[in-house]
């Protein structure tokens, strides 16, 4: 006993040597990678690139303007979510998390995560200032539980050469369909003029593609898709026309077959098809490949929101907030954390450099926003964004199974009405079994 209290000792005189005196510890967990080796000790956030070196080099940047302030940083595998549950229940929770929108209710539902109307205001932040996406992305049960920091989801990015050589180009801007029958149409003329497939898809190991195109035409019919917290309502007319449509794509070969991710990824940059729905997260690389001489994309990319084919313009979205798991903590350190996040509001333009769109709705008037590649093509979904219903839980896993179906009936290996009905059913299953606290 008396070896164990002599290291433990040892330990606490060695921690307390990197701490100075009065300052305030506050625990920060991110994913985005790690970036040490180029970012560990910079606090130039304009020459910074990639989520990782952004976000690093911003809590750099707050540490060297806040001296009292001591941020220790936990740097977890994506999403690092199993890792964020262990911490919580062994009791030892961080300050402030990284955490995807969508995944907000599976913690706050079972009374694991604090809202943040309190630190908001602590921190100065009006949730008006938030855009309509971002806000809807973090309001459970009528409070806020997380300051948003972006929106992602997907646009349509377009191959414009491919679209010039099928005729589907006006005044420099690639021509998109407004309707089933027009896209097609357009599909229909884009594969005989170029011979190639108008849409790049990822139908293997990749559930979520075809659920974000359900998703979104679903969300601009104002579709009820989940009517309360323990059911989904997919084998309706609106999921019908839509997977009907996809399904006939596939059959005529308008789209990419039997391609992952990684493929689909290659088939777009190596330009073997016109349009690939992939997220906001690409528009970085895919302009990178059309500013370079000899690349198949070169002069020849344009990105959009996903078309109105049904009712009104939506965008299925999710983004990253910031949340904080519910723990006692001292006046000092929800101070820091309040003075964290109002850093982080200040800089969201730097985020944005990503391909995010941003949080806060100043930023989508600054003329440095406007004049990042595409970013006025996309600025809508800031607006039209919308995510499910905020007492929807286990969204991941639902999507997984969504998915499956999907794959199978726009393959031709079920029935459509067959496969939303037993979409329908597992999810059910699925939300049976949630346990409330």
Known sequence: MRRLAALAFVFLALGSCGR??????????????????????STDVTSADTECGILTTLINRFEAENPDVHVRVNVVAWPG?????????????????????????????????????????????????FTEAARRGVIKAGHYYGMPWDTIGRLW?????????????????????????????????????????????????????????????????????????????????????IVELFRTMNAEGLTTRNQDFPAATAAFTNGQGGIFPTGTWMIGPYDQE????????????????FPRLWGHDAAFVDGHA??????????????????????????????????????????????????????????????TG??????????????????????AAVTGLKPVDQALGDAERRVNELLAQILTP
């Open 20 to 41: 100075k005196s009065g300052e305030t510890e506050i625990v920060i967990q991110r994913f985005f990678g790690e970036c040490g080796a180029l970012y560990a000790n």
């Open 81 to 129: 979510y199993p890792q964020l549950s262990a911490q919580i229940a062994a009791g030892d929770p961080p300050d402030l998390v990284t955490m995807h929108q969508s995944v907000i209710s599976d913690y706050q539902g079972r009374g694991l995560l604090e809202p943040v109307d309190g630190l908001l205001h602590e921190a100065g932040i009006s949730p008006d200032a």
């Open 157 to 241: 990015h377009i191959n414009t050469g491919l679209m010039a050589q099928a005729g589907l180009m006006r005044d420099g801007r690639p021509i998109l369909p407004n309707s089933p029958e027009e896209l097609l149409a357009q599909a229909r003329q884009f594969r005989q003029a170029t011979g190639k497939p108008y849409l790049i898809q990822a139908q293997l190991n990749a559930p979520d593609f075809h659920v974000a195109n359900l998703y979104t035409w679903l969300l601009a019919q104002d579709a009820v898709i989940f009517p309360d917290p323990r059911h989904i309502r997919l084998n309706t007319p609106e999921a019908r026309r």
């Open 290 to 305: 059309a500013s370079t001489p000899g690349h198949p994309l070169y002069r020849s990319y344009a990105v959009q929101p």
């Open 322 to 383: 910031w949340v904080v798991p519910r723990a006692e903590r001292s006046a000092a350190e929800r101070q820091g954390m309040a003075r964290f996040l109002r850093f982080l509001a200040a800089h969201n333009f730097e985020w944005t450099r990503t391909g995010q769109l941003p949080a806060f709705r100043a930023v989508l008037d600054m003329p440095a926003f406007r004049a990042l590649p595409h970013r006025s093509d996309i600025a809508a979904m800031a607006a």
């Open 386 to 407: 919308a995510q499910l219903p905020d007492y929807v839980q286990r969204q991941s896993a639902i999507q997984g199974l969504i998915g499956e179906e999907l794959e």
